[in-house]
């Protein structure tokens, strides 16, 4: 039997609609280039995409084509992350910060009709420009030099009137958008977002019990628009009428301060690197700004050691939440948040537990596996996470070889190794590639890292596996010091082994410049494992 | 070309799995009949759920059964909500205070197979009992006086291992339960919510625009669980591990104020008759309960007077939040918030607003139709009111006759007559049925009945049509005095005058007892149209 309910689709169609309707007032505002603010309302982003919607059906894309975005995050970003999938089109972003190779790879494997790109990133695609090809290049123009063949993205919207736009009541499975994850070893492959999962994912970025945005929030989101769909947030500013503000290409902590303290921004989030590099702003200059609005800095993409999380509260009564996902869950997996009964603990139980992924949140599942099976959530065994939802890839688009990523009975593998404690509070140990196996134990690399950069004199720690003859592999830490502060292996392994047993011990430490790091800013271990693959066997050579 | 993502169905199994995993201590609390508290966790009930679940298989109940509810809002009926959807079957929660005539007609009419009721609740059985036909009657015992031929729920419970439950992922759009109206006019109509509906309700409750449950609230619902669910509000606590808090079969303001205190409620919701008592009661005794932890009394089934806002909030710091649904609605359509640029009004303002039914949730859309088609949202138009979302019924069962509720392109006609400002505020203005036609011109019973409750000497008033000879029907007011005030017609008349145009006066005032209600404590206008028919035609007859 089944229940008498309307079969009315979760999609954008529904989100625009509410946005227009309720919230025509609110206001999106965006760095430009020349670091001038860029202001209008709801009201004006609707149309917009409207007219966006209206200008690729005259340009002849068809139903379902992939559209690629090239560009940083501002409001005419944001108008292609509705208008397309408006007419039913898919949006593609692209990662920026990818290599000509990944790119031409990524845009032809896709098979993007149309790319849309800022002016400033032009030079970006000259590099890669003989190997993709193009029905349309449409540039959104800062200083007005459309290159010879391209079009001009305000020339295209000025064409159109929005009252010639209606909406569609889309099947709620449609793709809307894709996004590649960078990978670090294997070709990139793309997730393919639907009208479902994202309606359900921005519910739940809304939820109370997820970052509860809601009407008197202004979000800034620092992560890309291309990484994610800048997690999937703005998606849920729509939902509840929250403002928007989009820092352009100025990622730089000044430029992110300032314009927080300008539109008083509530809440922000990006990778540890950028609040890493605001602490340091901070510390120099106190006083300098007014956060008072701020109430939460989301910090995800990487683990958040428990040093910066302390440092932010109690230096500059900022906020630190940490989350964890991937782009393949859309990309929110877990939210920290204290459990009622940690409220009163004392301060380091409570950074503790802070420091941890946090709590799953709703519409994901989660289990982990170990060699022999499926292991209990007790906050000790350590196996690979398994996760499954709504909103999470149930396979990677045209990927035959990316079927090894999910289980039989419909799980997908994250490639992290974790555990789960019985509060349910998660922690990622690992990347499946970056443990080391010591005699056959497991030891985690992420742990000895966020130890190591809790020392004062550390600025980025990586642990990694490199050979070894007796213990098949050992831990070896690479270490980048704070400028103007020495630290010695001797006394960076003793603080080491005032938490870990002696044989996670790593059994050297290399000082090194700077970690080699992904596009998205993510440590890229295995340089370091192939610079050192036999340290330990030739520590001489 | 369809997004990537899992075909994962939102499911209450789902929302038992998140319970049991994340929030096994929480407390769900219950007044018993002998007045204790009755206290468990999460983990006990969800365990007994599944006990309930195998038993009901045990008995023989079917896939798609329809079992009946006869109980009070406690912690076994809380087992009932997960239990029996859990084996596939779906619950009838049925409403003590409707007549036997009505009660037998719904149970037939829903073909109930089994009913759970309550020891206390037996004497109103006897009433209705020779006309039904259940091929079991389970008591939920207090005195251990299980009449001969029926179950003890506790037994049945007893003879199962929960260990044997296995969750099934069931479609998303199976029913899990049904729930008549209480219709003024027809007969009782039924609406079958699902899996997916009721799982959407539930996040809607859960999000900050919505109710913002969290895990550090404490929900107290006085509102009946046979009425839409306990205004699906429970669904929405495994969601995020909020405490619950049953009252039993004690409604009374001073028991609900000892519970309130005693358990530290956050957050309740009831009909405005339950606030009007209480607020007696608490400006009797202003200090004697410490009711700090309350941030929301969530008030709907029918509007809320005005004064009854400003008095909780000016006399006793409580805030009432104005919400308006319908059973049909699963049932959340509006919740008051005020707007951030209202955040500064100033008070008569702020006052204006939030009496008003508020704005629409998520996932709820709004028209309004008045005679010639479709109305502005200008604040001023009155139409019909007419919604859809996707946990808003398409349909009532086995009802051909009620598919006069559904328009052809999909839309609930909600028989509410309301006006939607600029902003998207909605009032409601009437009951389609209710509506005063004074010489073609609409007046709104409901704006006199809030205006004359405003009146200091006025407990209850009710404003209806009766026939006139030149205008076709003419406004007539009912009204109960408050004990041991007094005034006249004119002075009532006089009252109104300030507010609204002289043809909205209504012609007489009649002083009377009572106001005869419906079950679920709404006014039964039909009863005093009755009785007043010929009252202006002839005034003296």
């Known amino acids: 039997m089944d229940g008498l309910m309307m079969d009315f ?3 954008l169609s529904m989100v625009m609609r509410r946005a227009e309707l309720l919230f025509p007032e609110k206001e999106i505002v965006t760095r430009q280039p020349d670091r001038s603010f860029h202001r209008y309302t709801y009201s004006e982003w609707i149309r917009r995409s409207k007219k966006l919607a209206l200008a690729l059906k005259k340009l002849g894309v068809k139903d379902g084509d992939r559209i690629g975005s090239f560009c940083w995050n501002h409001y005419q970003h944001y108008e292609l992350y509705f208008g397309i999938p408006a007419m039913g089109a898919v949006l593609h972003t692209l990662n920026l910060r990818l290599g000509a190779e990944d790119l031409s790879y990524i845009i032809n494997h896709a098979d993007d009709q149309i790319l849309f790109i800022d002016e400033s990133l032009l030079p970006l695609f000259e590099k890669f420009r003989e190997k993709v090809s193009f029905k349309k290049v449409i540039v959104i123009s800062q200083k007005g030099n459309i290159p010879e063949g391209m079009l001009d993205y305000e020339e295209l919207l000025a064409a159109e009137d929005d009252k010639d736009f209606e909406y569609t009541d889309w099947d709620e499975n449609k793709a809307i958008s894709m996004c590649y994850t960078s990978g670090t070893t294997g070709k990139p492959k793309g997730t393919v977002y639907s009208h479902r999962s994202t309606v359900l994912h921005a519910m739940v970025c809304a939820m109370s019990s997820g970052l509860g945005l809601n009407q008197n929030d202004i979000l800034l989101p620092v992560v890309p628009m291309f990484h994610a769909n800048a997690w999937g947030i703005p998606f849920a500013a729509p939902l509840v009428g929250c403002g928007l503000v989009f820092p352009g290409p100025f990622l730089d902590p000044p430029s992110l301060l300032e314009a927080f303290e300008q539109e008083k921004v509530t809440i922000t989030g990006g990778v540890p690197t950028i609040w890493i590099g605001m602490l340091k702003v901070l510390d120099e200059n106190p006083t300098a700004y007014n956060l008072s609005k701020m109430r939460t800095l989301l910090v995800g993409g990487s683990a958040v050691p428990k040093s910066l999380i302390d440092d932010f509260e ?5 906020n630190i939440v940490h989350a964890w996902g991937m782009t393949e869950m859309s990309p929110l997996g877990t939210i920290n948040s204290l459990k009622p009964r940690l409220i009163n603990s004392d301060r380091p139980t409570q950074l503790n537990y802070r420091a941890t992924q946090g709590l799953p949140v709703n519409l994901v599942e989660f289990r982990i596996r170990g060699d022999e099976g499926l292991l209990e959530f007790d906050g000790q ?6 996760v499954r939802g709504p909103y999470i890839a149930s396979a990677y688009y045209n990927s035959p070889e990316g079927a090894d990523k999910f289980t039989e009975d419909g ?7 974790a555990t789960i404690d019985p509060d349910c509070y998660l922690e990622i140990k690992d990347r499946t590639k970056d443990l080391v196996k010591s005699g056959g134990e497991w030891i985690s690399s992420v742990e000895l890292e966020n130890a190591l950069m809790g020392h004062e004199a550390v600025a980025e720690a990586a642990v990694f596996a ?3 003859e007796k213990w098949q592999e050992r831990p070896l830490a690479a270490v980048v010091l704070q400028e103007g502060k ?9 603080h080491l082994a005032k938490e870990f047993p002696k044989w996670w011990l790593p059994d050297d430490v290399v000082f090194i410049e700077e970690i080699p790091k992904t596009s998205v800013g993510k440590f890229k271990k295995i340089v370091l494992r192939e610079t050192f693959q036999n340290h330990l066997i030739n520590p001489h050579s």
Not at 411 to 417: A, M, Q, R
Not at 486 to 494: N, Q, R, T, Y
């Open 486 to 494: 020495s630290a010695g292996k001797d006394e960076l392994i003793a």
């Open 466 to 468: 490199v050979a070894h």
């Open 314 to 318: 109690s230096r500059h009564n900022l």
């Open 411 to 417: 799980w997908f593998k994250t490639g992290d190794i």
């Open 381 to 386: 065994s350590m196996g690979e996470l398994e």
């Open 9 to 11: 689709p979760l999609t």
